[in-house]
């Protein structure tokens, strides 16, 4: 008689269920396929920021922007005092998925540890990963924050709780520190203050916002970050304010849509205003829009340049050309068709320019078997995508390096 391995009915996942319980296939499934012998980079992952708020916000520069802060925080649990909140936000976690925006409100025992490093810990552990560079989560949205200034502050106070709070006492986590878009006169004080901080590894503007990326306020910063080596990341988001997303009457209409619309625009203005051509050793990344949208956006942009060259006269190549030099996330990668994902990755050089991410906690996360299982890779090619190429863009040590380059 065959063995028949024993089963458990798991109760309801919410937010006070262990991380531990919640991966416990991902870790089996990183054991059986031995992730132990990969390195892998997760690149992008959250914190929930949210949680501790007012730690985040104790370090706001301005005092009366603190006492604003005080005073809506005292409110009670839930309340993050001065943030904009974004509709359709609360869906995420709902009907049964991994809860998302709220928090996660497991137990934890460590004693001496911030909890932030603690849920992370368990994250990468269950996981397999061997390095996290983590983003916020509710601040995503503050791009659209209605004043500015309040931009400015809480990406101020959000970094400094990052760079004070969580990744001096982790090595394994990485930060891509926030930039306040909307007041360009501060971003060269926001990269002169944090670069060279233990985890930082780059720089990151939250795509929905309403401020082309091409304006001449911020040719200084793309300079800047080019001349430190330093990367550009483009994390993607949603924005059911936006006029036409709002045209859309269900969450999952305007989700599949927006994360991809945001990254879309920035992406064709990025290239048709020649900042390629005027940056070229700035390397460019795009996080959260997933991969089905790069093809398109590399045909339309070709095609069109073909006919109207005389508009974009700072390029010396075709659109697609740059567009593959650029670097992107996998997550959500879209995996209902093969043949389409496998041509993807030939049109993107997914071998050198695609890195893994799981996007956890949130609820569409991806565990490191989205890349391991795909069929038409080998194993170099899986060693790359999975942690090689964010070892070689981010100056992370790769143990395995030498055994991948033998393959």
Request: overall charge negative.
């Amino acid at each position: 008689m065959a063995n028949i391995e024993k089963t458990r009915e798991l109760p309801p996942i919410t937010i006070n269920t262990n991380s531990r319980e919640t991966l416990a296939h991902a870790e089996k499934y990183a054991k059986n396929k031995k992730l132990d012998e990969f390195l892998v980079v997760d690149i992008d992952a959250h914190v929930s920021e949210g949680m501790f708020w007012n730690e985040v916000t104790d370090r706001l520069k301005s005092d009366v922007w603190k006492y604003n802060a005080k005073s809506f925080n005292e409110r009670g649990p839930g309340t993050l005092g001065l943030t904009n909140a974004e509709p359709g936000t609360l869906y995420q976690g709902a009907n049964g998925r991994i809860p998302h925006q709220e928090r996660l409100g497991e137990a934890v025992e460590e004693k001496g540890v911030h909890k932030q490093i603690t849920l992370a810990r368990r994250a990468m552990d269950g996981m397999g990963i061997d390095y996290m560079s983590v983003f916020p989560t509710p601040m995503l949205q503050i791009g659209l924050h209605p004043q500015p200034e309040v931009e400015v502050e809480l990406g101020w106070a959000y970094n400094r709780w990052l760079t004070e709070e969580v990744l001096p006492d982790e090595p394994r986590l990485m930060g891509l520190l926030y930039l306040p878009y909307n007041e360009p006169t501060q971003l060269e004080r926001f990269v002169k203050e944090f670069t060279g901080k233990k985890g930082v590894i780059g720089f990151s503007v939250t795509s929905p916002r309403n401020r082309a990326i091409h304006h001449n306020d911020y040719m200084r910063l793309y300079s800047m970050l080019e001349e430190q080596g330093m990367p550009m990341i483009f994390h993607a988001g949603f924005n059911w304010k936006d006029q036409s997303m709002q045209l859309l009457n269900r969450f999952i209409s305007m989700h599949a849509l927006s994360f991809v619309h945001c990254n879309l625009i920035h992406m064709t203005n990025w290239i048709m205003n020649g900042l390629p051509e005027r940056f070229p050793k700035l390397k460019v990344m795009w996080i959260e829009s997933g991969l089905a949208w790069i093809p398109f956006i590399m045909q339309r942009l070709d095609n069109e340049y073909m006919m109207r060259t005389s508009e974009a006269p700072l390029l010396k190549r075709k659109p697609s050309e740059y567009i593959k030099e650029m670097y992107f996330s996998s997550q959500p990668i879209e995996l209902g068709n093969l043949e389409l994902v496998e041509a993807t990755f030939k049109a993107i050089n997914a071998e050198t320019q695609l890195l893994y991410a799981s996007d956890w906690p949130h609820w569409d996360f991806d565990t490191p078997s989205t890349i391991y299982d795909l069929p038409f890779l080998n194993e170099k090619q899986k060693r790359n995508i999975l942690g090689g190429n964010a070892a070689r863009l981010f100056g992370l040590k790769d143990p395995y390096a030498s055994k991948a380059a033998a393959e």
